[in-house]
């Protein structure tokens, strides 16, 4: 294969397409555990954008190809994957993550995709990756 035609076949196949990157955001100093907590901010940010797939109460068949065990009904299941959803959603200085919520969503839990996902603001999204890069280092009891 010429040189050529290497580089092409290798522009084609990175391409530029956009790809889950993390948004390398930050918890700034002080924490703004007062307005960026779970209580305030995430579990809001989940029950509106997420768990109508992401509920441990869904069955495979109901979750619309979101992974098992990718729930987001607790703070505890959330931090188990904080940097794939900062990768996902989350929007910073290195990355603007719009790959969930998907363009489809379904109307009840585990229904079907019947209608346009409501979509968080850029600044949820900012708030988002924010409060991540925060509770990954706050204290739980979990």
């Known amino acids: 294969m010429s040189v050529m035609r290497f580089a092409l076949v290798f522009l084609i196949a990175c391409g530029t397409s956009e790809a889950p990157t993390p948004t390398e955001a930050v918890c700034p100093e002080p924490d703004p555990v007062t307005t960026l907590s779970y209580d305030t901010f995430g579990q809001k940010f989940f029950n509106d954008y997420c768990k109508m797939c992401h509920s441990e109460a869904l069955l495979r068949s109901q979750r619309n ?44 839990p585990g229904g079907p995709l019947a209608i346009k996902c409501k979509q968080p603001t850029e600044e949820e999204r900012q708030q988002l990756a924010t409060w991540l890069a925060c509770e990954i280092n706050r204290p739980h009891s979990f």
């Open 65 to 108: 190809g979101a992974p098992l065990y990718h729930d987001f009904d607790k703070l505890e299941y959330v931090m188990r994957f904080p940097e794939h959803i900062d990768e996902q959603s989350g929007s910073g200085p290195a990355a603007d993550n719009h790959f969930m919520p998907p363009d489809r969503c379904p109307e009840t």
